[in-house]
């Protein structure tokens, strides 16, 4: 029985203490809690005293805690360092902008527009005029010109036959090509004065922009781009018939003087078309006997010496006249007035004149990008300067060429007479000959073997 009793008591031992150590485990994460929270109580109260007692000692209280960021401030007080560190970094960017030297050259070049001054505008018609321009800034050395020679006694030469200009607008910024006129006879080009023959048309941005500016009023001009290689395409031939319509006689000048200055013994025959007489003279043409109106009605007119009341561009013609004399032959037809340059005119003038020295043509190599008419189809109007030369075989005697028959004007005029150009990959190109012109080929097969035909 004593055995007994003493089991049950050690039974009852047992479990008492099982449920002491059930009750330590249960009880233990609460009464670390409370420490947990009774400590940091303490804590908070060290750092007041603390905070007090530094604010009246000079020896600041020693901390041992872990400092943690303070997640609790506002949103604003995070942000806004970034937010100045930006600013700060785009005002000066700005500055320097505005404010640093500039780069660009302020004289003509290819890349970037440089700044003009229109010294002088005349007035043609209500819708065409000849703008004078000067630039900003001296060159020494344009980069159309030729070096002069050391004693300057002559005046300096263009370099290239056939170039062109870009005119900017900035109201819409677009820019445009525009052909300046050649220098009057005994001008000096070195002080970079250029002049240009433009009519406005009717939704041209360009035109309209430049028929509000005046004397005194900049514009922006970028180039000189290079027109065909004439020298290279004429080789030692002669003839050059230049049939321009408008303000496309500009080219047309600039190949002549190129030309009849090169060789004296080339002939050009310059064929412009107006569209009224005030764009050759502000006169009206003298009157015409009665019974020969029916033949002069249809006949192109010939441009001379002498030019009554001229306007800016019958002056430089005859400027032009008066040095060249008869080796320079212009013909001259007017819209309103009736007249244009049929087949027969066309014809007349690729035949050479009597006493005209012209050689035979040599049938030009296949693939020749200067001599191949159909090398031309895919061509622009500019020069292709890191391309291959000439292919056709050469000799001692006679230098690879042909005659030239160039078409210069408005689209249209240009499609009637020598067929539309196209537009390849980006660009306008050639096309195929067509027109008038194509016409004639097709009637007279050896006009196609001795004359190679340029779009402009």
């Known amino acids: 029985m004593a055995s007994r009793m003493r089991l049950f008591a050690a039974g009852l031992s047992s479990r008492s203490s099982q449920r002491s150590s059930i009750i330590f485990h249960q009880t233990k994460p609460l009464r670390w809690a409370s420490v947990s929270r009774a400590t940091c109580r303490e804590v908070s109260t060290h750092q007041k005293l603390s905070t007090s007692a530094s604010t009246s000692t000079t020896s600041p209280t020693r901390r041992h805690y872990s400092e943690r960021p303070n997640f609790d401030a506002p949103i604003q007080a995070r942000v806004l360092p970034p937010i100045i560190l930006l600013g700060l970094l785009l005002v000066s960017g700005t500055g320097y902008y505005f404010f640093a030297t500039p780069t660009r050259p302020d004289t003509l070049n290819e890349r970037f527009f440089a700044p003009y001054t229109i010294t002088a505008r005349e007035a043609i018609s209500p819708t065409s005029f000849v703008i004078t321009i000067v630039p900003h800034t001296h060159n020494p050395s344009h980069p159309y010109l030729l070096p002069s020679d050391s004693s300057g006694s002559a005046p300096a030469r263009w370099r290239h036959p056939l170039w062109s200009v870009e005119f900017k607008q900035p109201e819409v910024q677009i820019s445009r090509h525009y052909t300046p006129l050649p ?42 781009h290079v ?108 819209d309103k007035e009736g007249t244009k340059f049929q087949d027969k005119d066309i014809k ?20 020749c990008r200067f001599h191949d008419q159909m090398m031309h189809i895919g061509a622009t109007e500019f020069a292709a300067l890191e391309a291959p030369g000439c292919l056709c075989p050469s000799s001692e005697d006679s230098v690879p060429g042909k005659n030239l028959l160039i078409i210069s004007g408005p689209d249209g005029f240009i499609e009637h007479y020598a067929g539309q150009k196209l537009w390849l990959t980006g660009h306008q190109t050639q096309g195929p000959v067509g027109g008038v012109i194509g016409r004639l080929q097709r009637q007279e097969p050896q006009l196609a073997q001795d004359w190679l035909v340029l779009k402009m």
Request: net charge neutral; proline share 8%.
């Open 183 to 224: 220098p009057l006879n005994g001008e000096d080009p070195a002080d970079g004065t250029l002049r240009f023959y433009i009519r406005t048309v009717g939704d041209g941005e360009m035109s309209h922009y430049l028929a509000r500016r005046g004397v005194g009023q900049d514009v922006h001009l970028r180039g000189p």
């Open 348 to 367: 007349n003038a690729l035949i050479a004149a009597p006493g005209t020295p012209s050689s035979a043509v040599i049938p030009s190599t296949p693939g």
């Open 227 to 334: 027109g065909f290689e004439l020298t290279e395409r004429l080789g030692d031939k002669s003839r050059v018939v230049f049939l321009a319509g408008g303000t496309g006689v500009v080219p047309g000048m600039q190949a002549a003087k190129a030309v009849l200055e090169a060789n004296q013994n080339a002939r050009v025959d310059l064929l412009w078309a107006v569209r009224s007489r005030e764009e050759v003279q502000r006169a009206a043409p003298p009157p015409t006997s009665t019974w020969r109106f029916w033949q002069e009605k249809k006949s192109p007119s010939e441009l001379g010496l002498e030019i009554q009341e001229p306007s800016p561009v019958a002056r430089h013609l005859s400027d032009m006249k008066a040095t060249y004399g008869d080796r320079l032959r212009i013909q001259v037809v007017v």
